[in-house]
């Protein structure tokens, strides 16, 4: 079945550390995207990708990077310089502005705490 | 600003009543509107869409949504509530933009 593969499910990361967030998907979409969904705060844009090798930022870009060297594949990597990752970490994905009437369609998620 | 707004952070209803989960945007030009649910320590998973035409779309599990242009709503309903409905559910706007817009979510609980 096609769909968006998240993993690890849970992870931790200590003071200090950089961690990465893996996001595959097999429905040959263009665009992927990472959100990061805290409590009473939906869900907050932290980059997207509307072709290989090229992102922009969302929201809150700051402490997170990406990559998109494969259409497939947008890993996200949460930095020493973000202070607060503690936060359950969506990736989606969809085809692109040509279908935008299209929805989104979302990976199971990454709980990430700091030990 | 675009944006969309979920009134209520959560809802309960008895079993077998009538349910609505309420949203609202204010997004320039005429956007496509989603719903979603989501399971605790699961991804979002999308129950419906308006695009056109029909002002009440049906979706998954026997959900259905009611468009509203002139109050620019579309509220989630279901004719008779499940225990298993019990979700968090989040409404979505993608505007001419191809922005996705997301509401703060809707908590709600089916009480047997």
């Known amino acids: 079945d096609g769909g968006i593969t998240q993993s690890p499910k849970y992870l931790f990361r200590k003071e200090g550390q950089n961690v990465t967030l893996s996001c595959e998907q097999n429905?040959?979409?263009?665009?992927m995207y990472w959100y990061r969904q805290d409590p009473g705060q939906g869900l907050r844009l932290i980059y997207y990708s509307q072709i290989v090798n090229d992102f922009q930022k969302g929201d809150i870009a700051e402490g997170y990077s990406v990559s998109r060297e494969k259409k497939e594949s947008f890993p996200l990597t949460v930095t020493s310089a973000q202070k607060n990752p503690t936060a359950f970490y969506l990736c989606?994905?969809?085809?692109?502005?040509?279908?935008?009437?299209?929805?989104?369609?979302f990976g199971d998620g990454t709980r990430l705490s700091i030990l | 600003a675009q944006s969309v707004a979920q009134p209520e952070d959560q809802v309960n209803v008895a079993e077998g009543n009538p349910l609505t989960v309420k949203c609202t945007y204010s997004?320039?030009?005429?956007?496509?509107l989603f719903w979603y649910v989501q399971y605790p320590n699961r991804g979002l998973q999308f129950l419906l869409k308006y695009i056109t035409g029909d002002n009440l779309v049906k979706g998954s599990y026997g959900f259905e949504a009611e468009f509203n242009k002139s109050q620019t709503s579309f509220h989630l309903k279901k004719p008779s509530a499940l225990v298993s409905d019990s979700a968090l559910y989040f409404c979505?706007?993608?505007?001419?933009?191809?922005?996705?817009?997301f509401g703060t979510g809707t908590s709600l609980t089916v009480i047997p």
């Open positions: 989606a994905s969809d085809g692109g502005g040509g279908y935008s009437n299209q929805p989104q369609h």
């Open positions: 997004v320039s030009g005429n956007p496509y």
């Open positions: 979505a706007v993608r505007d001419t933009g191809n922005q996705f817009y």
């Open positions: 429905l040959n979409h263009d665009a």
